[in-house]
């Protein structure tokens, strides 16, 4: 395993130097010049990437979404992902973390969790019942209780 993760490290290295040299250059490319495909790519370089990285490049990421040009859930990951790593809660319950103490997985905290399904709508995700369901947690709006 370990020779397959330096080879993944790797390569995530090279893919984050030309995705970097592309937005440093184009700014936040949209599905209008690179399709779904090449968009998700950019998305999922940097939602992989450095948290300086992350948060370099989230106020372009913001202006693709508000033109039309990502989808919206990406935007949604990255800013989630980005809170957690600053010790925030986070606004769509998109992270999942391992309890240190169970070893069990469970939802990163969330701001305002009564009103998580409304936010995850608003940018096209699933219920947070249904995508923490396919991580075998089942959700407790007190985030009292956590069970995989």
């Known amino acids: 395993m370990k020779y397959y993760w330096e080879l993944i490290s790797k390569q995530d290295s090279i893919n984050q130097i030309e995705v970097v040299n592309i937005l440093d ?9 690179v399709g779904k495909n090449g968009n998700k790519a950019l998305w999922l370089v940097i ?21 039309g040009l990502t989808p919206g859930h990406y935007l949604a990951l990255l800013e989630d992902r980005i809170l957690m790593k600053n010790g925030k809660p986070q606004t769509y319950g998109s992270q999942i973390i391992t309890n240190q103490n169970t070893g069990k997985k469970e939802v990163y905290k969330i701001k305002d969790p ?7 709508k608003e940018v096209g995700l699933e219920s947070i019942e249904s995508y923490l369901s396919s991580w075998g947690i089942e959700w407790d709006i007190d985030q ?4 995989n």
Not at 25 to 30: N, T
Not at 48 to 60: D, F, M, N, T, V
Not at 114 to 120: D, M, S
Request: proline content about 5%.
């Open 144 to 147: 009292k209780s956590f069970n």
């Open 47 to 67: 939602q992989h990437a450095p948290i300086k990285i992350q948060e370099k490049y989230l106020p372009s990421l913001k202006k693709s979404v508000r033109h």
């Open 114 to 120: 009564v009103n998580v399904n409304k936010r995850r």
């Open 25 to 33: 250059k184009h700014g936040w490319v949209g599905t209008d010049l």
